[in-house]
C-alpha cells in the first residue's frame, strides 16, 4: 500500500484539473471530497474522483515518461488543497510518498507537505472502462451538440428525467433532445455509427454534458460507449463515466408541427438583435414577454412594455414571408437561447397559430441537422 | 423643460458608464435609480448620478461636436434600463426627446422607445464643483495610490471612520493610511502640490476610491479639490464628487516602530510563492495562521499546520539578516495583501519581537514611499 513516486507536477497538475470536475461541492461522505491515486508499476498512475453520478479518471502512463515508479499503491487525498497546491508548487517534479495511516509526504524544491490522506479501501468501485465504443465524434462535434440542447433541460427537480439530454441512435443517425416543457432543443448528425447499431432512451444530466464538454480538446476523438446503466466517453488519457438517468424519456415528435400556416425568413443578427433589446425591457417585469407581428407584406414588429419603465418598438424586414400574419407573443430569453445555439446568417421560422409551438430553424442547414421549439404565452395578443 | 438631442451613440454610453458607477444597487429612494440629463443650448449635456456619498457628473459639450441640442431642459431616467438599451442601441446617433410628463422617445434607426422618466425636481440638489484644485496627480500615479491602501481599510461598521483612507497633505507631501485594527498600510508622494498647502483628517471611504480608480485613465491629469465636506475628483470631463467621512481618524504613527530587533532582506518572489502555499492550507481553517522562523543564519522557516488536512514546511534564503532570531505567526491573508502592494523585488521587514508590529517595505523603495504594518497573532509559538 505504500505509494512513491517521483511526476511532471504539469501532467499531475492537468489530469487533477480533469478529475477534479467530478467532485461536487456538496458532497456528504467525506471519502467523496478525495481524489484516489492508484499507482502501478507497469501502467503507471490512474486518478480517480467521482460524485457517483459521474467518475473521471485520468492515466499518466510510465510509458510517457513524465512519471517513476518506485512503489505501486493506493491512497486517497484531499482534492481541493492537492489540487491547489500542486498548481503552486516551486520546481518541475514532485515527490510523492505514502507512509503507514496514509500520510502523504509531498516534496518540491523545498516546499514540503504533509497530506491526512484517507484509506483507498472507502473509495466506491470505479468503473473498469474495457467496453468496446459504440459510436465516435470529433470533440468540436461533440462539444457542439451539448451546446445545442443542454441550455434547454429543465432545472426542476420535478421531472428528473427533464434534468437530462435525451440521446438516441438509429440508422447511422444520433439524434439529442433536451426540453422543459416550454421549449424544446434537438439536434441530429449522421454518420455517426454502424448503421446496424440502435440505442434508445439513454438520457445524461446536463450537468454532466457540460463538465464533459469542458475537458475535451476540439480536434480529439472522443470514443463513446453505450451501456443500459452508465456512458463511458474516452477521449485521450481520460475516462467520463455517466450515470444514466432512470425512468422514460417522453416522446416529443408528436408536439413538433411538420406544415406551417405562416413562415418567416428573416436575418440572424437583425432579428436577435431586436429580441435582445426588446429582452432588456422584458426581463424588468421578469416574464420576459416579447410580442412578435408579421403583416401580409413581410414587415416584422418587436415589441415589449414594462410598466413603469416603458416600452421598445422595432422593425426589421423579412427576408420572405409566406402565409397568413401573425401576431404571437413568447418568452424572449427562451427565443435568446435558441438563436444563439441555431448558429447560421439566415433564419427560417414557422408558425401554426398564436397558441401552437413556434419552430425556429437554420435557413439553409449545416453538417447538423438543429431544430428549436418554442411554446408561445398565452396572452390576449 | 422640453429635451431634444441628437447625440452620439458612443459618447453617451461612455458618459453612462463612468456616471453609472455612482448608483448604488440599494438605493432605497426611486429618484436615486436614475441618471439625470441636463441639456444645455450653449455648453451642451450633463449627466449627474448620486447615491449621496458619491456623485458623478460627465459632461458632453457641444463644442466636441458629438451632440447637437435642438430643445434644452431635463429629464432623470432609469439607469440601469438607460445604460444598457443605450449600448445596444443599433445606429451610431440617438435621437432623444422629452414629451411632457417625461416620457422620453428615444429613436435609433427602427427602433423607437418610451421610457418613463422622471421629475428632474425630485433628484438631489448637486455640488457645482468650480472650486480651484489643491493639487493634481496623474491617473496612474493616483490609482496606485489607492491600491496600495484601500485594502486594509475595516469592513465592519463599527468604526465608520476605519473603513475609509486617510488622505493628510504636509510640505508637498501626500500621504495616504488605512487600517482595520489588525494591518495597517500607508503611502506617501512628494511633489504632489504646492509646498504652503495643506490638509489634515481628510477620510474617503474605500468603495468611492476603488469606484473612482475604475473610470480614471492611467495617462490622464486628475485635479482635486478638497473641501471640508467633500472631494471633487476631476479628470477630463468628468467630475467625481465624494463626501468626507464624519470623525476623526485615529493617530497612527505611534504604532508604528522606527528601530528593529531584527531585519530581514528577502526576495518577494520567493517569500510571496511559500506565503501563498502555507496559506492554501491556513485558509482552510479560516484563521489564516503561518509561522515564520528566521535563525541567526538567516534562513527562513515558513510553516502552517491545518488540523485533519496536513502541513507545509518551507525554506527559503534571506538577502541579508540582522538581529534576533525570529519565531513569529500572522495571518497570511494580510502578509499576501501586504505583499501584492509592496510591488517590488525585494523586500526590507522589521521585527521587534513575537508581540510588536511586524514592518514591511519595499528594499530600495520607489517613487512612493510605501509601508505596511502587520500584528501578530498572539498564539504560544
Partial sequence: MDVKITISKQELHEALQHVSKAISGRATVPILTGV????????????????????????????????????????????????????????????????????????????????VGMDPEEFPATPIGDEDPTLSLQGDELKELIRSTAFAVSTSETSPILTGVLWELSAGRLQLTATDRHRLARVAVDGAADQEISFHNVVITARTLNDLAKIISDDEEVQISVGTSQVLFRAGRVNFFSRVLDGNYPDTSKIIPTTFQSELEVSTKAFADSIDRAHLLAREVKTNIVRLEVDAEGAVRIESTSDGVGKVVEQIDADKFTGDPIKISFNSKYMLDALKATDSDHLHIGFTGPMSPIIIRPQGGGSSDKLNLILPYRTGV
Avoid at 46 to 58: C, E, N, Q, V, Y
Avoid at 60 to 75: F, K, R
Avoid at 86 to 100: F, G
Fill in 36 to 115: 484516489k491515486l492508484d499507482v502501478f508499476r507497469t501502467e503507471g498512475v490512474k486518478l480517480t474522483a467521482s460524485d457517483i453520478d459521474t467518475t473521471i479518471r485520468a492515466e499518466i502512463p510510465v510509458e510517457d515518461g513524465v512519471v517513476t515508479v518506485h512503489e505501486s499503491g493506493s491512497v486517497v487525498l484531499p482534492a481541493k488543497f492537492f489540487v491547489e497546491i500542486i498548481k503552486k508548487l516551486p520546481k518541475e517534479t514532485v515527490d510523492i510518498e505514502v507512509q503507514p495511516g496514509f500520510t502523504t509526504l509531498i516534496t518540491s524544491g523545498k516546499t514540503k507537505l504533509n497530506l
